[in-house]
C-alpha cells in the first residue's frame, strides 16, 4: 500500500510541475544592431534595430525555389528590412534571391531609388582580364565588408550594420 501511494503522489508532483512549467511564459530573448545607410560619403540614416526572437517571424518574402536558412530567426535582411519599413522606403527596395548558390540568399540591389549602376565594363576568357565598375550598395558587417549575403547572417551575431552606396570596382 505505501509504495502505490508514494507512486501515487510521485506522478502526482510530476503533473503539477509540468502544469506550472508549462503556464510559464518562455524568456524572450532581444536582439539589436544598429542599421547605418550611407550615400557615398554622407550618412542617410542610422538607427537601432530591434527584435524579440520569440515567435519572431522573417520580415521578407521567400518564393518558392529559395530555401532560408534562418527562416523565422532575426536576420541582418531583416534589420535593414525593418529599417526602410521605419523611414517609409521598404517598397521601392525589393528584396531578390540569388537561388544559383548554396546556401540562398537575399539581396536588395535598389535603395532610397539608387540602383546599381554599371559605369564600365569588359568581359575576356582570358583570366583575370574581365570587370566590372559602378556604382552599387556594399553590405559591412561590424566594419567588414560582408562575404555573406544580409539574410544569412543572424542578427545576434553583429553590432553594426552599414549599407554605403559606393564605387566599385570588380575583377576576374
Known sequence: MRYGFKKSM?????????????AVPAFAQTVSATVTFNHFEDEISSESISFDTNGFITLFDVPAGATHQYLNQPTVMDAVIQSLTNLGVEE?????????????????????GE???????????????SY????????YIDGEEAAFYASNIL??????????YEYVETYW
Request: aromatic share 16%.
Open 10 to 22: 510521485a506522478l502526482t508532483l510530476m503533473v503539477l510541475m509540468l502544469t506550472v512549467f508549462m
Open 132 to 139: 566590372w565598375k559602378g556604382n552599387t550598395w556594399v553590405l
Open 92 to 112: 521601392d527596395s525589393p528584396v531578390y534571391w540569388d537561388t544559383s548558390r548554396n546556401p540562398n540568399g537575399a539581396y536588395i540591389s535598389s535603395i532610397f
Open 115 to 129: 540602383d546599381t549602376e554599371t559605369i564600365d565594363y569588359f568581359y575576356s576568357s582570358i583570366p583575370g582580364a
Open 155 to 164: 542578427l545576434n551575431e553583429v553590432d553594426n550594420i552599414e549599407f554605403s
